[in-house]
């Protein structure tokens, strides 16, 4: 009896499980002789995904929640039996801070973006220039720029400089941890250049293409954008884990290099085998699969791409020690104004189920492009910074319960301008000097988890389409 044909995983994020629970229900429904082995580096599956439990409360240490709108999480989720778990985040007031001064967002917005004037003409976010900039967005022409842009160059453009780095900064290229003047527009939001193209204007464009919202009754909050689980994202790679084939996952093994043979490929792991593999999905960050294929030149270019480091920092409560409570779910912070946390989630609110009844969990963010020495610093002077710019705006008169840092190390990868190109040309080059090979995950196409779900969706075809060549 011919072997079966042996595919690897390398990397065990939601993108490498995902790649592994789709490959293995097609091998059962349609009993292919294929058999998948993903190999991940730590000791743990889920990459940036970890919950964890404390006294109570249950602290995202990485993404706390995804984008309901993007199907795919909830499509997967539905699949492994998980959708009771499901839950959606308590809506709430939402706060820019801008000097010292917490703005309520403006109205009528998509990501910061007016899809009308009024709310804008009416907040203090803005000057009275910027807001005469704004008004004139519907008029100005269209851009001629045909290739891809910074988001910064393209915004800046269209409404001014003021509502870029008081408003758009903080939410658009704050999902990133990048620089607004170097991510690539067309990597990123590109509905903002279509937009503009088809309708001369983005304020036009939005309000001719944007869902209207559903009428809100009176006293009735409108559904939250986001979902989670009830038992944290980790029980979402616990689950996938639960459905994956005995003996599929092997953990605390990272593959170092890969070695194209006649017909098929070694990988080289860090415990010194090779396992020989005919089709392999790179599911890790992009610096690791540029490590694994160095002698290839064409995977220089991921060498160019960056990424950021980030840490989030968990503090907990009594509800007592907070003097000045704001009645909202969190905020984000203007680029210019003088703070080193980058935003606040207030998650008791947010996601109520996290915190025990008479606590508080405010969860921030430190870490841009320009502060990512914020990173290496301890536990307790991260907690200080976090509190000292938090007290600028709340009276926290106690320390806290105990607060949790995460340090996320290179893990926030920068679609800068050009990445679109960039991904393709290295995928190209793989079609021809690495047959089925394929790349999935945050790095390329989006670093959302339900992004990186499709990613893993993507590479199941890629390999089963291969393989059946
Ligand atoms: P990863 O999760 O990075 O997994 C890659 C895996 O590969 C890791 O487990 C790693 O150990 C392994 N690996 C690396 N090298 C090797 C090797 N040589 N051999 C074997 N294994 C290897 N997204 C949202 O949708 N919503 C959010 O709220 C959100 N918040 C975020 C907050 C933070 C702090 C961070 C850091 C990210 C956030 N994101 C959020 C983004 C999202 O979490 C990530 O983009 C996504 O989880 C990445 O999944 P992945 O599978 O591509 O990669």
């Known amino acids: 009896m011919a072997e079966k044909k042996q595919i690897a995983i390398v990397g065990g994020g939601i993108a490498g499980l995902t790649t592994a629970y789709y490959l293995q229900k097609q091998i059962r429904a349609y009993r292919l002789d294929y058999e998948v082995k993903l190999f991940e580096a730590s000791s743990h599956l889920g990459g940036k995904i970890e919950t964890l439990k404390k006294d ?198 990272s593959v170092d290099h890969i070695e194209r043979k006649a017909d098929h490929y070694h990988l080289l792991l860090g415990n010194g085998e090779v396992f020989r593999a005919d089709a392999a999905v790179l599911a890790s960050p992009f610096f690791a699969v540029q490590r694994m294929l160095s002698q290839y030149d064409f995977m220089e270019q991921l060498k160019e791409m960056k990424a950021t480091s980030v840490a989030t920092v968990a503090m907990t409560f009594d509800a007592s020690a907070i003097k000045k409570d704001i009645d909202g779910t969190g905020f984000v912070i203007s680029r210019n104004s003088k703070y080193r946390i980058t935003a606040c989630t207030w998650t008791h609110k947010k996601w109520e189920d996290t915190t025990p009844e008479g606590k508080v969990m405010l969860r921030c963010y430190v870490g841009r492009p320009d502060d990512s020495g914020v990173v290496d610093l301890s536990d307790e002077e991260i907690v200080q910074i976090a509190l000292k710019d938090l007290n600028k705006i709340m009276k926290i008169k106690s320390k806290p319960l105990f607060s949790v840092v995460s340090r996320w190390k290179k893990a926030m990868p920068q679609y800068v301008v050009g990445h679109l190109k960039r991904v393709a040309d290295v995928r190209a080059n793989m079609a021809i000097h690495l047959p089925g090979v394929f790349l999935a995950g945050g790095s390329y196409d989006g670093i959302g988890i339900p992004d990186c779900i499709d990613s893993g969706e993507q590479a199941v075809q890629n390999v089963l389409a291969y393989l059946r060549e």
Do not use: C
Request: proline share 7%; net charge positive; hydrophobic share 35%.
């Open 56 to 253: 109570g409360f249950m602290i995202e240490r990485g993404p706390d929640s995804f984008l309901a709108r993007k199907e795919s999480a909830s499509r997967l989720i539905y699949d492994i039996g998980m959708e009771k778990d499901l839950v959606r985040n308590n809506t709430g007031q939402s706060y820019i801070l801008a000097g010292k001064k917490l703005h309520k967002m403006p109205k009528r917005a998509f990501m910061g973006v007016p899809t009308e004037l009024k709310p804008f003409y009416q907040s203090r976010l803005l000057s009275t220039k910027a807001k005469a900039r704004i008004s004139v967005e519907p008029m100005l022409p269209k851009g001629k720029e045909a290739q891809d842009q910074s988001m910064g160059l393209f915004f800046r453009r269209r409404f001014g400089d003021e509502l870029v780095e008081n408003v758009l900064e903080p939410l658009l290229s704050g999902v990133y941890a990048g620089d607004i003047d170097e991510l690539s527009l067309m990597a990123t939001y590109p509905k903002f250049y279509e937009v503009e193209q088809q309708y001369g204007s983005v304020i036009k464009g939005l309000q001719a293409t944007m869902p209207k919202p559903p009428k809100q009754k009176k006293g009735v909050k409108p559904p939250g954008a986001f979902l989670s689980l009830k038992n944290g994202l980790e029980s979402l790679v616990e689950g996938l884990e639960a459905k994956l084939d005995p003996g599929t996952v092997q953990l605390e093994t």
